[in-house]
């Protein structure tokens, strides 16, 4: 991961998110290495810069967000666990920040959205970063992206009502699916592991994320 030109102010900053986040029970050491590693401010426009490090989610622009870096970390512990991870699915690129923090920790990542103009700036984003595993793709995922299953794991970063059999069916063996289930005002956080052709659930936490959208693409 290339560093240059982050300056002492910003490590500062992501030292303290950290203590916050381990504060807060995230305990893997490697995602805590890997928070503490990349730097948010730099998917995150020039007016909201102050507040890269605080534990919010932060407007990216097409009503659409960054995620809460508490979240992130707990989403990205939730599918470690079945590591070695070979290959992720990432549902919901939006401007890259939860794909830049599994790419270090997954052989190939593969993180579709549907929004063009969060599309490209994840792409630039991310070659910043120099993250080479990264696969972004254009489209609706909320089938997911069976071209490249199975997976070891699939990230949702944007809720649907119910869990669509499409994404379980996409799951390898002892693969891990975390995703965020119901209406805005009333979901939850949702960790499905496939077990040979059973799947087990289990409530993570209450969550806020934006709808996962069926559909043509508006852009
Ligand atoms: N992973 C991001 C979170 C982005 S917010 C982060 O780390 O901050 C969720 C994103 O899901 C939005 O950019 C939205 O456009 C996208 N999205 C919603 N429905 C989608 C769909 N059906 N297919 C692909 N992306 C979708």
Same mark, same amino acid.
């Given at each position: 991961?290339?560093?240059?030109? $982050?300056?002492?102010?910003?490590? *500062?900053? *992501?030292?303290?998110?950290?203590?916050?986040?381990?504060?807060?029970?995230? @305990?893997?050491?490697?995602?805590?290495?890997?928070?503490?590693?990349?730097?948010?401010? $730099?998917?995150?426009?020039? #007016?909201?810069?102050?507040? !890269?490090?605080?534990?919010?989610?932060?407007?990216?622009?097409y009503?659409?967000?960054?995620?809460?870096?508490?979240?992130?970390? *707990?989403? %990205?512990?939730? =599918?470690?666990?079945?590591?070695?991870?070979?290959?992720?699915?990432? $549902?919901? %690129?939006?401007?890259?920040?939860?794909?830049?923090? $599994?790419?270090? +920790? #997954?052989?190939? =990542?593969? !993180?579709?959205e549907r929004i063009k103009p969060l599309h490209?700036?994840?792409?630039?984003?991310?070659? %910043?970063?120099?993250?080479?595993?990264?696969? +972004?793709?254009?489209?609706?995922? !909320?089938?997911?992206?069976?071209?490249?299953?199975?997976?070891?794991?699939?990230?949702?970063?944007?809720?649907?009502?119910?869990?669509?059999?499409?994404?379980?069916?996409?799951?390898?063996?002892?693969?891990?699916?975390?995703?965020?289930?119901?209406? #805005?005002?009333?979901?939850?956080?949702?960790?499905? %592991?496939?077990?040979?052709?059973?799947? =087990? !659930? *289990?409530?993570? @936490?209450?969550?806020?994320? =934006?709808?996962?959208?069926?559909?043509?693409?508006?852009y």
């Amino acid at each position: 991961m290339n560093l240059d030109g $982050i300056g002492v102010t910003s490590r *500062r900053t *992501r030292e303290r998110l950290v203590a916050q986040l381990r504060d807060r029970g995230i @305990c893997n050491a490697n995602v805590l290495d890997v928070m503490r590693a990349t730097p948010r401010h $730099i998917f995150i426009d020039e #007016a909201f810069s102050h507040l !890269s490090y605080d534990d919010i989610p932060v407007n990216i622009g097409y009503k659409q967000t960054i995620s809460q870096p508490y979240i992130v970390a *707990r989403m %990205t512990e939730a =599918v470690l666990d079945a590591a070695p991870l070979k290959r992720v699915l990432e $549902i919901g %690129t939006g401007c890259g920040y939860q794909t830049a923090i $599994i790419a270090p +920790l #997954a052989e190939e =990542v593969y !993180s579709i959205e549907r929004i063009k103009p969060l599309h490209d700036k994840a792409a630039a984003n991310l070659e %910043t970063l120099g993250l080479g595993n990264v696969h +972004l793709i254009h489209g609706d995922g !909320s089938l997911g992206y069976p071209g490249k299953s199975p997976y070891d794991a699939i990230i949702v970063t944007a809720a649907p009502l119910g869990i669509p059999n499409e994404l379980l069916a996409q799951l390898a063996q002892n693969g891990r699916l975390v995703i965020p289930v119901g209406a #805005a005002a009333d979901q939850e956080l949702r960790l499905i %592991t496939r077990k040979e052709d059973q799947f =087990v !659930s *289990r409530l993570l @936490c209450n969550v806020r994320f =934006v709808p996962l959208l069926k559909g043509p693409l508006q852009y």
